[in-house]
C-alpha cells in the first residue's frame, strides 16, 4: 500500500502540476492499495491540482471505481452528451461540459474531449493501457474516416432527465490503439511511470491530437489490426478502400474467377475488401453458363442480398449460343464480355445491343497484330467494345502500353483488366510483371477512364492481397 504522501509524489514526478486540467482513465486494482482508498486516491490528485484545476472523467461505462466516484460526487458536472457523458469536479467542469448535446460528433469539435486539448489538459491512464483512451476517437471523428457511423444513445443526467441523440461518426467496435503507445513515447509527449504497481501515463492531450492526425493523414489505417483474422479490423478496412475509390473515375470491379471458387467464399471476399460489383465468369471451378439455370438464378440472388451487384458475365470461350439476353435483362446484367475473335455473324450479338446489353470483346488469346485486325473488323464503327487484357500481350511478346496502347489501341479500350503477366507466360502481382500495368492505369486516369477497371487474375492470387497491390499502384501515380 502506497501512503497518500507517496502517491502525491508520484504525480508530480509524472508532470501533473497545480491547475492542470486531467482527464483520467484508471484501474484502481492495478495500484495495489492506497491510503484511504480510492476516495483517498481522488482527493490527492484534487488536493494536488488545487482551486485552479480540474479533474474529469469519463462516465458512461464501465470505467472502474474511481470514475463512479467522481461521477457520484456532489461537486460533479457531467457534460450533457448521451452515451459519452464525462464528469467533472474543478475550475472548468462547467465549461467543459457545456454544450456536449450539440456537438456533431462524441468525441469531436466542441466536446469535452476537444476542449480539454485545447485547454492545455492532460490525458492520465493509471493501470490501463491506450485501449482506454477516448481522446484518440477525437483523431478519428475529425478526419470522419469511412469505417465509423451513426448512432443513437441515451443517458440520464443527474438530475434524472432522460436524453437522446443521435450521433454522427461513432467509433465502432475493435481498433488497435494498444499500437501507438511506441509512437507516443518516441514523440516525447507521454512520461510513463508508476503509481504503486500501476503502469501509469501522462500524455498532452493536444500534442498527442496533433501527432496522431498528422499520421492519420498519412495512413487511414494507423488504429486498425493488422490481424487478418480479425473481422473489425477486416470490416474497416474495407470501408477504407471503398472511401479511396470514390476518389477514381473508373468503377473498380472483379471476376468470379479472382474472388473464389464457392459463392459464399466469393461474398465473403469481396465483403472484407470492399469491392461492391462482380463478373461472372467462373464459379464451381465451371463457366457460370454451364451451370443451371435455376444454379444461375440462385447465385445471382444470393449476391444481391449481399449488396453486391453483378455488372456482367465474361464468356471465357468461344462456343457461345446468344441465348441468355433476357436472362440478363431480367437480372439487371449490363454487360457481356467475350474472347476476341472471328465471328462470321455479329447479328447473334444484336438482341443483348437491343436491350441495353455492352457486348465486349477481350483480348484473351491473340497477339497484337491479331488483335488490330480482329479490331477492325469487328469493333471499329460497331457498338461492340474492346475489354483490353495487357497480360495477354505480354504472353505474345508485347509491350503493352509501349508497343499496344499508345500506337494502336488508345482508342478503343472500354474496359481494362488489371492483370499482370510476365514474359515467360505467368501473371504475376501488380507491378512486379511486364504488363505495364503502372503505366496504362496512369493514363488512364488521365483520360478520367470512367470505364470498368476489372480484376481478372485466375483463383490462385488472393483478392485481398490484390486489392492492397491496388491502392499502393494508385497511390504511386
Same mark, same amino acid.
Given at each position: ?9 508520484? *504525480? ?11 482527464? $483520467? ?40 471505481? $474511481? ?21 467533472? %469536479? ?23 474531449? /476537444? ?54 461518426? #461513432? ?28 503502469? /501509469? ?56 474467377? #479472382?474472388?473464389?471458387? *464457392? ?14 460489383? %462482380? ?43 446468344? #441465348? ?54 469487328? %469493333? ?15 504472353? /505474345? ?18 474496359? $481494362? ?28 486516369? #488521365? ?13 490462385? *492470387? ?16
Amino acid at each position: 500500500m502506497i501512503t497518500r504522501k507517496e502517491l502525491k509524489t508520484s *504525480f508530480i514526478d509524472l508532470g501533473i502540476t497545480r491547475g492542470d486540467i486531467v482527464l $483520467l482513465h484508471s484501474s484502481f486494482s492495478s495500484i495495489g492499495g492506497v491510503e484511504g482508498g480510492p476516495q483517498g486516491f481522488i482527493d490527492t490528485l484534487l488536493e494536488l491540482l488545487g482551486e485552479n484545476g480540474t479533474l474529469a472523467t469519463p462516465a458512461f461505462g464501465e470505467f472502474g471505481v $474511481l470514475s463512479d466516484l467522481i461521477s457520484q460526487d456532489e461537486r460533479s458536472i457531467w457534460s450533457d452528451g448521451p452515451g459519452v457523458h464525462i464528469a467533472a %469536479i474543478g475550475k472548468d467542469a462547467a465549461f467543459l461540459c457545456r454544450d456536449h448535446i450539440h456537438c456533431l460528433s462524441p468525441r469531436g469539435a466542441g466536446s469535452p474531449y /476537444t476542449k480539454i486539448a485545447e485547454s492545455g489538459g492532460k490525458i492520465m491512464l493509471v493501470g490501463v493501457d491506450q485501449d482506454r483512451n477516448t481522446t484518440i476517437h477525437s483523431v478519428e471523428e475529425a478526419h470522419r474516416l469511412p469505417y465509423l457511423t451513426t448512432k443513437r444513445k441515451r443517458m440520464k443526467t443527474k438530475s434524472g432527465k432522460v436524453l437522446e441523440k443521435e450521433w454522427r461518426y #461513432c467509433s465502432g467496435p475493435h481498433r488497435d490503439f494498444i499500437g501507438i503507445d511506441p509512437l507516443l513515447a518516441r514523440s516525447g509527449i507521454m512520461t510513463k511511470g508508476t503509481i504503486g504497481r500501476a503502469i /501509469t501515463r501522462v500524455i498532452q492531450s493536444s500534442d498527442m491530437i496533433r501527432i496522431l492526425s498528422h499520421e492519420v493523414e498519412k495512413d487511414p489505417a494507423l488504429f486498425l489490426s493488422d490481424n487478418p483474422n480479425c473481422a473489425d479490423g477486416r470490416m474497416q478496412r474495407a470501408a477504407l478502400f471503398k472511401q479511396r475509390l470514390k476518389e477514381e473515375s473508373f468503377n473498380l470491379v472483379t471476376t468470379s474467377s #479472382c474472388s473464389g471458387v *464457392f459463392t459464399d467464399e466469393i461474398i465473403n471476399n469481396l465483403t472484407d475488401t470492399g469491392i461492391e460489383t %462482380i463478373e461472372l465468369d467462373i464459379i464451381k471451378d465451371r463457366p457460370f453458363l454451364q451451370l443451371s439455370e435455376s444454379e444461375r438464378e440462385r447465385i445471382i440472388e444470393d449476391f444481391r442480398a449481399a449488396g453486391i451487384r453483378v455488372s456482367g458475365l465474361r464468356i471465357p470461350y468461344l462456343d457461345f449460343r446468344p #441465348c441468355y439476353s433476357a436472362e440478363m435483362v431480367n437480372f439487371g446484367i449490363s454487360s457481356l464480355t467475350l474472347p476476341l475473335a472471328h465471328y462470321p455473324d455479329l447479328n447473334i450479338f444484336a438482341p443483348y445491343l437491343e436491350q441495353g446489353v455492352s457486348v465486349f470483346f477481350e483480348n484473351t488469346h491473340t497477339d497484337l497484330n491479331t488483335t488490330l485486325f480482329l479490331i477492325n473488323h469487328h %469493333i471499329k464503327n460497331t457498338e461492340i467494345k474492346f475489354a483490353f487484357n495487357p497480360a495477354t500481350l505480354v504472353f /505474345t511478346g508485347t509491350k503493352p502500353f509501349l508497343e499496344g496502347y499508345i500506337p494502336h489501341l488508345r482508342k478503343f479500350i472500354d474496359k $481494362l483488366y488489371l492483370n499482370d503477366g510476365s514474359n515467360n507466360g505467368h501473371y504475376s502481382p501488380l507491378m512486379e510483371g511486364n504488363a505495364e500495368i503502372r503505366e496504362l492505369v496512369s493514363i488512364l486516369r #488521365c483520360r478520367n477512364f470512367d470505364g470498368d477497371t476489372t480484376f481478372g487474375y485466375p483463383s490462385n *492470387f488472393k483478392l485481398s492481397e490484390i486489392s492492397e497491390q491496388f491502392i499502393k499502384l494508385l497511390d504511386s501515380i
